[in-house]
């Protein structure tokens, strides 16, 4: 089993940056691939970047170079800076990692942009 706990979501105005947070424990040590989605109202849960064991990183094309997932492995953390939001990044980010096949999501931290 896996826990994952989000944080660093907040209001933000346009322009500004965030930079979001997941804890991961339990065994850690089967955790491959790690990643942020996220989900605004009305719309399904979409993929904002990716990193796996080795540190590839994967990002969803809208993000436009904006935002940046990194790993800390002795912290157990992962990180997603989100720089120049735009209102449209307003959702639920979450948190997921891959264990042996299995996908474990965290409970979601909430990121609002006003304009």
């Known amino acids: 089993q896996v826990q994952l706990v989000e944080s660093g979501g907040g209001l933000v105005q346009a322009g500004e940056s965030l930079r979001l947070s997941c804890v991961a424990s339990?065994?850690?040590?089967?955790?491959?691939?790690m990643g942020w989605y996220r989900q605004a109202p009305g719309e399904q849960r979409e993929l904002v970047a990716s990193?796996?064991?080795?540190?590839?990183?994967n990002y969803a094309d809208s993000m436009n170079g904006r935002f940046s997932i990194s790993r800390d492995n002795a912290k157990n953390t992962l990180y997603l800076q989100m720089n120049s939001l735009k209102p449209e990044d307003t959702a639920v980010y979450y948190c997921?990692?891959?264990?042996?096949?299995?996908?474990?999501w965290g409970l979601g931290t909430y990121v609002i942009v006003s304009s």
């Open positions: 339990g065994n850690i040590f089967s955790i491959n691939t």
């Open positions: 990193i796996n064991g080795g540190g590839s990183t």
């Open positions: 997921h990692a891959n264990s042996r096949g299995v996908d474990y």
